[in-house]
C-alpha cells in the first residue's frame, strides 16, 4: 500500500525547546488515524508540519509520493488535497454558503458547480437551512459543521482535525464523530485527528500514534494500544493516570 505521508527523523524546535522528534513514521490511504498523548507531546505540532503549515527544521518529508522542498508553488498544489478543521475553526464575515463555497472560490470553480457542491456538502451535514445565515453568529456545534462542510467542499484526500469536538457538548460531538465516520467510508477520505478524548478515539480511530515529549513511542492498531500497548507510559495514559 503506498503512503499517502512518509516521516523521516523530523525535528522541530522552539527556541532551545525541541518540541518534536520523529525518526519514522507513515501514512496510509483511507484510514483513519488519531495521535494521543499528554499535553506538550507535540500533538499539534506533528499535526502543523505534516498539513505544511509549520516547517521542520530537519528530516525529510513525502506528501503523496513527493518529497517536501517547502517552495512555494509546490506547497500551494500538495494543500490542496487537504483540509484543517480546528477546535474553533475560523468563520470568515458573511454567509453559511459563503464559508462552504470559499474553497471552490479560490480553486476557481464555476460558480453552478459551486452551487451545486454547497448544496450537498450542507445537506450532508444537516445545515441546509442555515445557507444564508451569518457565519459568525453559528453555535459551537453549528461552526465545527460548517467547518467540516467547508473542508469536503473541496474533496480532501486527507482531513487533518485538532481537536474538533473539545468545546462542544455531547451531542454536538456524536454528531461530529458520525460525519467524521462517513466521510472516511463515503469518500475514502484519510482523516489524521488529535484528541484528548480516550473514548472518541477508541470510537473512531483504526491506527493511533502515541507521542511523548515528541517522539511516537508506540504505534499501532486501536484494539492493540487499548488493550495490549508495550510501553508503560501508554498503558499509565490510557489509564488515566497522566
Known amino acids: 500500500m503506498a ?19 520523529i525518526r519514522k513514521m507513515e501514512v496510509n490511504k483511507g484510514r483513519i488515524y488519531t495521535i494521543l498523548g499528554p499535553n506538550g507531546a ?10 505544511l503549515l509549520t516547517v521542520n527544521d530537519s528530516g525529510r518529508i513525502e506528501v503523496f509520493g513527493e518529497e517536501v522542498s517547502w517552495n512555494k508553488s509546490q506547497l500551494v498544489r500538495l494543500r490542496r488535497h487537504m483540509a484543517m478543521v480546528t477546535q474553533t475553526s475560523f468563520m470568515f464575515k458573511g454567509s453559511v454558503y ?26 450532508l451535514m444537516g445545515m441546509s437551512d442555515f445557507a444564508d445565515y451569518p457565519a459568525q453568529k453559528l453555535s459551537g456545534g453549528e461552526r465545527q459543521k460548517v467547518a467540516i462542510a467547508r473542508a469536503l ?13 473539545s468545546s462542544l457538548e455531547p451531542n454536538s460531538a456524536m454528531d461530529i464523530e458520525h460525519y467524521i465516520k462517513f466521510i472516511n467510508s463515503q469518500y ?20 493511533i500514534f502515541f507521542l511523548w515529549d515528541g517522539k511516537i513511542i508506540e504505534h499501532g492498531s486501536c484494539e492493540d494500544l487499548f488493550t495490549r500497548a508495550r510501553d508503560e507510559r501508554t498503558r499509565a495514559f490510557l489509564q488515566g493516570n497522566f
Open 3 to 21: 503512503a499517502l505521508f512518509r516521516l523521516y527523523n523530523v525535528t522541530k524546535r522552539y527556541r532551545s525547546r525541541e518540541v518534536l522528534n
Open 42 to 51: 507535540g500533538k499539534t505540532t506533528l499535526l502543523r508540519v505534516m498539513s
Open 98 to 123: 459563503y464559508n462552504v463555497a470559499y474553497g471552490l472560490k479560490v480553486r476557481k470553480r464555476p460558480e453552478p458547480e459551486q452551487r451545486k457542491i454547497v448544496k450537498e456538502c450542507l445537506e
Open 153 to 165: 467542499a473541496v474533496k480532501p484526500a486527507v482531513l487533518f482535525l485538532d481537536e474538533p469536538t
Open 188 to 207: 475514502n477520505t484519510t482523516v489524521i485527528m488529535v484528541t484528548h478524548n480516550l473514548f472518541q478515539a477508541r470510537r473512531l480511530a483504526e491506527e
